[in-house]
């Protein structure tokens, strides 16, 4: 008996030591999937690429199939009513917004949007990264609320003062992954293309200037 949990403890030693390493913690606990894309509109909307990854990874853990039961779909859980106004805000004409909502589950329109409503929620909270997730996750009109009622101010940055639990532990989440982010992939000689190809034919199609 001892051998066997001598046996067990051993490998998960050994485990953990090898999910300590870099290379394994990108492949399996902290990959970067769709990272032009997120690299390329978090440029262009000048929102930090690492938070935006993050917000991916907690929200729908890259699953481009992922719906919530208030009815939110995709990677960055986009609800189709807060789609519309960030494709008005753009400036897209309606039959762009239609088509843009009908497809909101696609990752290039998934992120776009995405990306482009933190960097709102951010430029909106002065950007306070604590605030801006807040309001990704409870609406804008709460964190407002909560500011107010408690006379937080623009600096606001004690996480455990949210009122909402599952508010509170979403901000955790993303903060933690944003540094793990940050750490595995901020040295990274990777240097995003340009544009991608799927991104450059969505472009095309929208008559975009990239």
Same mark, same amino acid.
Request: with cysteine; glycine share 4%; net charge neutral.
């Given at each position: 008996?001892?051998? =066997?949990?001598?046996?067990?403890?051993?490998?998960?030693?050994?485990?953990?030591?090898?999910?300590?390493?870099? !290379?394994?913690?990108?492949?399996?606990?902290?990959?970067?999937?769709?990272?032009?894309?997120?690299?390329?509109?978090?440029?262009?909307?000048?929102?930090?690429?690492?938070?935006?990854?993050?917000?991916?990874?907690?929200?729908?853990?890259?699953?481009? !199939?992922?719906?919530?039961?208030?009815?939110?779909?995709?990677?960055?859980?986009?609800?189709?009513?807060?789609?519309?106004?960030?494709?008005?805000?753009?400036?897209? !004409?309606?039959?762009?917004?239609?088509?843009?909502?009908?497809?909101?589950?696609?990752?290039?329109?998934?992120?776009?949007?995405?990306?482009?409503?933190?960097?709102?929620?951010?430029?909106?909270?002065?950007?306070?990264?604590?605030?801006?997730?807040?309001?990704?996750?409870?609406?804008?009109? +709460?964190?407002?609320?909560?500011?107010?009622? +408690?006379?937080?101010?623009?600096?606001?940055?004690?996480?455990?003062?949210?009122?909402?639990?599952?508010?509170?532990?979403?901000? =955790?989440?993303?903060?933690?992954?944003?540094?793990?982010?940050?750490?595995?992939?901020?040295?990274?000689?990777?240097?995003? !293309?340009?544009?991608?190809?799927?991104?450059?034919?969505?472009?095309?199609?929208?008559?975009?200037?990239?």
């Amino acid at each position: 008996m001892l051998k =066997k949990i001598l046996a067990i403890c051993a490998v998960a030693v050994a485990v953990y030591f090898a999910m300590s390493v870099p !290379a394994v913690q990108k492949k399996f606990l902290y990959p970067f999937p769709y990272r032009s894309t997120v690299e390329n509109y978090s440029a262009r909307w000048h929102v930090d690429k690492f938070l935006a990854v993050a917000v991916i990874k907690v929200e729908s853990d890259f699953r481009e !199939a992922a719906s919530s039961q208030s009815g939110a779909v995709g990677l960055m859980q986009i609800m189709p009513e807060t789609a519309a106004w960030i494709a008005y805000r753009l400036g897209e !004409a309606p039959d762009e917004i239609a088509d843009d909502i009908k497809h909101l589950r696609e990752p290039e329109t998934n992120i776009r949007y995405g990306t482009w409503y933190l960097s709102e929620l951010e430029e909106e909270f002065k950007g306070n990264d604590v605030l801006a997730l807040a309001a990704y996750n409870a609406g804008r009109g +709460n964190v407002r609320d909560w500011m107010e009622k +408690n006379h937080w101010s623009d600096n606001f940055s004690d996480v455990d003062k949210i009122p909402y639990a599952e508010t509170r532990d979403y901000v =955790k989440r993303v903060l933690h992954c944003r540094e793990k982010y940050s750490e595995l992939y901020g040295k990274d000689s990777f240097i995003s !293309a340009p544009i991608a190809l799927h991104e450059l034919r969505f472009a095309r199609l929208k008559n975009l200037s990239l």
